[in-house]
């Protein structure tokens, strides 16, 4: 039975490079970057170079790269550090309904407890945020503003760039904070958009911008927060002054080159993959509407990621087909990896407009550079009979308007 992973929205394997990358720092060269000896010194020495390596590719300064545990410490870092910081400014920010749970959880706990007003934008039925829209939200207290830069579910692009450079021509008028910069700020989640998108800071025009190594080919438990220089943040730890006593805590050493080398290698790979995981995308979704009736893509048509298919069969349980795709050798998920152990309908689904049995309906198969011709046939022959077996077995029944 052939083994097809089609879930690296959740996780990626470890590139064979990256691990050689990472080997010397697991073994031989242990230091702590912190002490002060020539075995110390070995090791903060490579972590500079992976500073350097990843800002070169964002085109930053490597004083802006805060190093954190993975793309969750990095929103909360951002959403909390950032407005507790600012408070004195404002205490309103604007965040979309759709993004990832370490966005949106940390904003309604500054909502909640700490007396932030959050404004919480809808995308359209395609899943996609208008900069009518932002703009809109934004008033004279509003300190940050957060949009994903693809969606991690249904893979849905946003127009960063377009949205970042209209926010800084606002601040020209805005709330002026010491440091000499202006209010709101503008952050990105991008942990999705590494391997296929351009990462290039100065023309997304963003203040603070979240990568994940997992995401890329990468070690998992390590990320990255682009913080523009003159931003203040306060600490969400304490104990040491690693990380500009922001991230405090000795460096995951060996991880972050690990990222630092996976970012290099899937920037440097990014347009030729793209293209290739966009035929066999495309194929997927075509053989799936050609052969299952009464399904649904999520997400825009052409405007998401080249690997991302998220489709809503109707009149199933998701969780149930997962199961049975599983017995098949596919590996894929009802959404985000972060919110497996629930059985609530994914948020995402739900912002779209759309109906708790459609959200329960809905699977993702996100691809990646194993994924070929074959597997794509393999797993438009066995969904099918599996779908039909389910629905024969299903009390559930969708309203046809919702087929696509």
Request: with cysteine; net charge negative.
């Amino acid at each position: 039975m052939p083994n097809v992973y089609l879930d690296h929205a959740a996780t990626t394997p470890l590139d064979p490079r990256v691990l050689e990358a990472m080997l010397p720092y697991l073994r031989e060269n242990f230091g702590n970057p912190s002490s002060f000896h020539s075995v110390g010194k070995e090791a903060k020495d490579a972590l500079d170079d992976a500073r350097e390596t990843m800002a070169k590719i964002l085109r930053v300064r490597a004083d802006e790269l805060l190093f954190t545990s993975g793309g969750t410490e990095s929103d909360n870092m951002a959403v909390l550090g950032f407005c507790r910081a600012n408070a004195i400014h404002g205490k309103h920010l604007v965040v979309t309904s759709f993004e990832h749970h370490a966005v949106i959880e940390a904003a309604m706990h500054l909502e909640k407890k700490e007396g932030f007003e959050v404004t919480y934008l809808s995308p359209d039925h395609d899943g996609m945020i208008s900069l009518e829209q932002v703009m809109a939200a934004i008033r004279s207290d509003t300190i940050f503003v957060s949009v994903m830069y693809a969606n991690n579910e249904i893979g849905t692009i946003q127009p960063i760039g377009e949205i970042g450079n209209a926010i800084q021509k606002l601040r020209s008028g805005g709330t002026k904070v010491p440091g000499n910069l202006a209010l709101p700020v503008f952050h990105t989640d991008a942990c999705q958009a590494t391997g296929a998108l351009d990462l290039d800071v100065e023309k997304l025009h963003v203040d603070m911008m979240t990568i994940n190594g997992s995401k890329m080919y990468g070690p998992k438990g390590v990320g990255a927060l682009y913080v523009r220089r003159g931003l203040k943040l306060q600490p969400l730890q304490f104990g040491g002054s690693q990380e500009k006593g922001i991230r405090p805590g000795t460096e995951n050493v060996a991880g972050i080159i690990g990222m630092a080398k996976a970012l290099e290698i899937v920037q440097g790979e990014r347009v030729a993959e793209s293209a290739r995981l966009t035929v066999l995308r495309d194929k997927l979704i075509a053989g799936i509407r050609e052969r299952v009736p009464k399904v649904r893509l999520n997400g825009h048509a052409t405007k998401r990621l080249p690997n991302n298919v998220n489709i809503s069969f109707m009149d199933i349980e998701g969780e149930a087909f997962i199961l049975y795709l599983d017995a098949s050798g596919i590996y894929a998920s009802t959404g985000s990896a972060c919110t497996s152990t629930t059985l609530d309908p994914s948020h995402v689904i739900l912002a779209l407009g759309l109906p708790y049995e459609v959200a329960h309906g809905s699977v993702r198969f996100s691809l990646g550079h194993a994924t070929t011709d074959a597997d794509i046939a393999y797993v438009l022959d066995t969904i099918p009979p599996l779908v039909e077996k389910l629905r024969a077995l299903s009390p559930v029944r969708v309203d046809p308007k919702y087929y696509v």
